[in-house]
């Protein structure tokens, strides 16, 4: 199993562009997240789906949107980058029913974005 | 408060024990969880705990729960080089299952 993958692993944009950044995972897990990560700020949740079909804020949604385009993948998309996205954007995954160990979440590794 | 909070920094010596402290918020949180991140990497689950334990050890690794004061910490035993890395305390929040990060801690381990 590969885990949970993410792709590209590194990307400059300008101010203004658009971009999408995949994700997926392998394990059959029902939820999925999306998170950025910056100094001094640790991780903050952008946006998650529980289930295929579904997806819901988290607590900084502004500037982003989301696809869950099946169980195994869940994209970010930015409209109209600003410098204020430059950032390290994990997605994770999970087994997906609150509160049991199989909630764990498990990272992918990361796309490193800066937006000039 | 609303944060989960850690100190920013830790060094230690090699062979020496560590422990990372961590305050979080809601007294309901089902799980905690301890994530390490090494430089360029993701993160990585390294232990959790359930609310109704005092202490899980596992390896060179101990956890402790004080529920009443909403304290949580992670021990490392003989620490090594390679336990040098960014270290996440997490609580498991609400209904949908959210986790609410800390800062992290930066561990460094000197030689």
């Known amino acids: 199993n590969a885990g949970v993958t993410q792709t590209p692993k590194f990307q400059v944009l300008k101010t203004g562009q658009s971009m999408t950044l995949q994700c997926a995972q392998d394990?059959?897990?029902?939820?999925m997240y999306w998170y950025r990560q910056d100094p001094g700020m640790g991780l903050r949740l952008i946006y998650y789906?529980?289930?295929?079909?579904?997806?819901d804020k988290g607590e900084v949604p502004n500037g982003y949107n989301v696809s869950r385009l099946n169980k195994r993948e869940f994209s970010l998309r930015l409209e109209s980058a600003a410098p204020s996205q430059t950032s390290v954007y994990f997605c994770a995954s999970s087994g997906g029913t609150s509160g049991r160990a199989g909630d764990t979440q498990y990272f992918g590794p990361g796309t490193r974005l800066t937006v000039l | 408060g609303e944060d989960v909070e850690q100190s920013l920094f830790l060094s230690v010596r090699e062979g020496d024990s560590s422990v990372i402290n961590c305050t979080y918020t809601d007294s309901s949180s089902t799980y905690l969880y301890w994530y390490k991140q090494e430089p360029g990497a993701g993160l990585q689950l390294l232990t959790y705990?359930?609310?109704?334990?005092d202490m899980k050890q596992d390896q060179r690794l101990t956890v402790l729960l004080n529920k009443k004061d909403k304290h949580l910490s992670l021990r490392i035993a003989d620490t090594q080089t390679g336990d040098s890395a960014i270290y996440f305390c997490?609580?498991?929040?609400?209904?949908?299952?959210?986790?609410?990060f800390g800062k992290g801690t930066k561990l460094s381990v000197k030689p």
């Open positions: 997490a609580e498991l929040r609400g209904s949908q299952g959210n986790l609410i």
């Open positions: 705990i359930f609310s109704n334990m």
């Open positions: 394990m059959n897990h029902n939820s």
């Open positions: 789906s529980a289930s295929e079909g579904t997806t």
